[in-house]
């Protein structure tokens, strides 16, 4: 069983009898508050004194032993840690071990489906994976697919930057076999810029997704796309071209199988219809 309290001890590496006696000492001077992760500082601008008296190789080596304590909870099972042994390893300057407690953290997110903490993670992905030669591998995923992934959590929080700089970096990553991902990205992105008003940048972006989409609409992977693509296109349409793109995205995505896209078809059918007078 885990003692969050013997932290400190373990990592000690003088008496544990002078040990206890200094951190009684700052909680007793209210530097310090014990916690159920064993102390804490009472306050951030304690923290960052304490952190700027260290010099540089012993702040190194605080974090990496930390990052290796904290470590062993996550590989136990306590992964809602993961972003915090990140951090850790980050400030130790282990790439490697910070990319895979990153990788951690989101995948922690995902399966928790806690959109909202998901993007911290998957961004320091992005910035991390360069710097770390077999990132995929580590991941799981290619690196124009994880942007695409962060976009639309993104999106579904209603933001407009983020997932507008995400689809960019997509696309550009984006290789050229790989195209159903790509329609998805500038599909995704058209209904970014719907959502700001831009409609004819969000045309435009639908007319690139179906010049891909249309050629593969009989293949099962990729009726929902091309569903979601018609749709976008549907807004800018009025009268009967409306109503037809409307017909079609809602009959593929019901093909599809794909509830989410016959979901969206549906919603954005009944949300921009043109209504006749």
């Given at each position: 069983?885990?003692?969050?309290y013997r932290?400190?001890?373990r990592?000690?590496?003088g008496?544990?009898a002078?040990?206890?006696d ?5 909680v ?5 508050v014990?916690?159920r ?13 304490v952190?700027d008296e ?9 974090n ?10 996550v590989d136990a099972g ?7 042994v990140?951090e850790?390893w980050?400030?130790?300057?282990d ?5 895979d407690?990153?990788a951690t953290?989101?995948a922690e ?11 911290r ?5 992005l910035?991390?994976?360069s ?7 580590r991941?799981?995923?290619?690196q124009h697919?994880?942007?695409l992934?962060?976009a639309?959590d993104a ?11 995400l689809?960019?970096?997509g ?11 790509r329609?998805?990205?500038l ?9 700001r008003a831009a409609?004819?940048?969000?045309d435009?972006l639908a007319?690139?997704?179906l010049?891909i989409l ?5 293949e099962h ?9 018609l749709?976008?296109?549907a807004v ?5 071209e ?12 019901t ?6 896209a ?15 007078d």
């Amino acid at each position: 069983l885990f003692r969050p309290y013997r932290a400190p001890r373990r990592l000690h590496a003088g008496d544990a009898a002078e040990l206890d006696d200094a951190l009684a000492e700052a909680v007793s001077d209210q530097l310090l508050v014990p916690d159920r992760d064993g102390y804490t500082f009472r306050h951030a601008l304690i923290q960052e004194a304490v952190h700027d008296e260290l010099l540089p190789g012993e702040r190194i080596g605080v974090n990496a032993a930390y990052a290796r304590e904290l470590q062993q909870r996550v590989d136990a099972g306590e992964r809602g840690i993961a972003a915090q042994v990140a951090e850790h390893w980050l400030a130790a300057r282990d790439t490697a071990h910070a990319f895979d407690a990153t990788a951690t953290a989101l995948a922690e997110s995902t399966e928790s489906m806690t959109i909202a903490a998901s993007t911290r993670p998957g961004e320091r992905l992005l910035e991390l994976w360069s710097q770390v030669p077999d990132a995929e591998e580590r991941v799981g995923t290619p690196q124009h697919q994880l942007c695409l992934a962060l976009a639309r959590d993104a999106y579904d929080l209603g933001e407009a930057a983020q997932p507008i700089r995400l689809t960019q970096s997509g696309l550009d990553l984006c290789p050229p076999d790989d195209e159903l991902t790509r329609a998805e990205l500038l599909a995704l992105r058209g209904k970014v810029e719907q959502r700001r008003a831009a409609l004819d940048s969000a045309d435009a972006l639908a007319d690139e997704a179906l010049e891909i989409l249309e050629p593969r609409a009989d293949e099962h992977a990729a009726q929902g796309l091309l569903a979601d693509a018609l749709a976008l296109r549907a807004v800018m349409r009025r009268g009967d071209e409306q109503r037809a793109l409307y017909a079609r995205a809602v009959d593929l995505a019901t093909k599809s199988g794909d509830a989410g896209a016959l979901s969206r078809s549906l919603s954005n059918r009944a949300a921009w219809t043109e209504v006749d007078d």
